[in-house]
């Protein structure tokens, strides 16, 4: 009798053993179910994008707390914590600059999280640009302004080229890089594609130019870029200019004059300012000028080293992005009446 009583007692303790079991594994998977629905809803993420700085070694419950507090999730830091642990992506993290945005979901997010896929932002360096306004620009941006305070000398120094001028040595282009990243970095970038750029150019070159190096290349490139914004005429004035450089004539090109002027000049000039002498006057001084004096883009660089084969010694504005080139001093002093002047 007793035995009986003992082993229905074992029996009922087995069913409800068996039905906390089976509850507990309906709730597990319940639990499963609801975290892997939930990883693929789009969050609503405000403010959108949200901005969110990982730093690095930070621990699970410290991701969650900054991910929280970004407002990607809208969930309690324990339990986007837990998570984390259980899922074993907490430990996973890469350090760096995010962005979310409304429509992410979670899956996205932690992914982005693991791949270190960080949120990059861009700089662009305009054509025909100065070394100043690159360094104008790059003060703006959410950057490690490791060059603030520098001279342009301590910079190219921190980019290992001591003793080089800046002026024209960075490529205009548009960079990505992630928000914190060095100013450095930024500039050494433009620094090497110029490099590149102009190695390029140089091996391209007709080899009757008056050029002797690649520096001499970069220099006409750069009074090339000032002079036009119009491709088509890039060649032709190039050629213009070689062939003065061959004559032994002064280049007489007004954006070298303005570039020496530096901060004198007012934005017009007049004839005082082209007998100012500077090491940049091309009207005071022969030969090209000591640096170039802007950053040349690449239809300028190959224009310098391809010159078109041309008759032409003279050129001037005409008012429309073109130029009028001329062959004597007679018929440029006609279209200078012309297009400069006015008359007819």
């Known amino acids: 009798m007793a035995r009986a009583v003992f082993t229905r007692g074992i029996v ?13 594994l309906v709730l597990a998977g319940a639990a499963l179910g609801y975290g892997w629905w939930w990883r693929m809803q789009p969050l609503e993420i405000a403010p959108s994008p949200a901005e969110v700085t990982i730093a690095r070694g930070a621990s699970a419950k410290t991701v969650a707390q900054t991910l929280v507090a970004a407002g990607v999730f809208d969930v309690p830091v324990q339990g986007l914590y837990a998570w984390l642990r259980l899922s074993g992506q907490g430990s996973q993290v890469k350090a760096g600059y995010y962005e979310f945005a409304s429509g992410d979901t979670p899956a996205q997010v932690m992914q982005r999280l693991i791949k270190g896929e960080q949120s990059l932002k861009s700089i662009t360096f305009v054509e025909g640009w100065t070394f100043a306004q690159m360094r104008q620009l790059l003060a703006q941006q959410p950057l490690a302004h490791e060059t603030r305070g520098l001279s342009d000398a ?20 548009t960079y990505l890089y992630a928000k914190g990243s060095s100013d450095l970095a930024v500039l050494k970038q433009s620094l090497e594609a110029m490099e590149r750029m102009l190695e390029a150019a140089w091996q391209q070159r007709e080899r ?5 190096t690649p520096d001499e ?17 890039r060649r032709r004035i190039a050629g213009v200019f070689v062939n003065r450089l061959n004559k ?17 000049f007012d934005g017009r000039l007049r004839k005082r300012h082209l007998q100012t002498d500077t090491p940049w ?5 022969a030969g090209l000028p000591p640096t170039p004096i802007a950053m040349p883009g690449r239809a300028s660089l190959l224009a310098a080293v391809q010159p078109e084969k041309t008759t032409a010694y003279y050129f001037v504005a005409r008012g429309d992005g073109s130029s009028e080139f001329s062959e004597t001093l007679q018929q440029h002093n006609r279209a200078v009446d012309r297009y400069i002047r006015g008359k007819p």
Do not use: C, W
Request: aromatic fraction near 6%; hydrophobic fraction near 40%.
């Open 12 to 24: 009922v303790l087995l069913r409800r053993l068996l039905l906390l079991l089976l509850l507990v």
């Open 154 to 173: 301590q910079v190219m120094e921190k980019l290992g080229r001591q003793g080089v001028h800046p002026e024209g040595r960075f490529f205009p282009d």
């Open 208 to 212: 009757s130019l008056p050029l002797k």
């Open 217 to 233: 290349a970069l220099i006409l490139a750069s009074i090339v870029e000032k002079e036009t914004g119009r491709d088509s005429d």
């Open 248 to 264: 032994g004539m002064l280049l007489q090109t007004d954006p070298t004059v303005i570039y020496g002027l530096g901060q004198q």
């Open 281 to 285: 006057n091309t009207y005071t001084r």
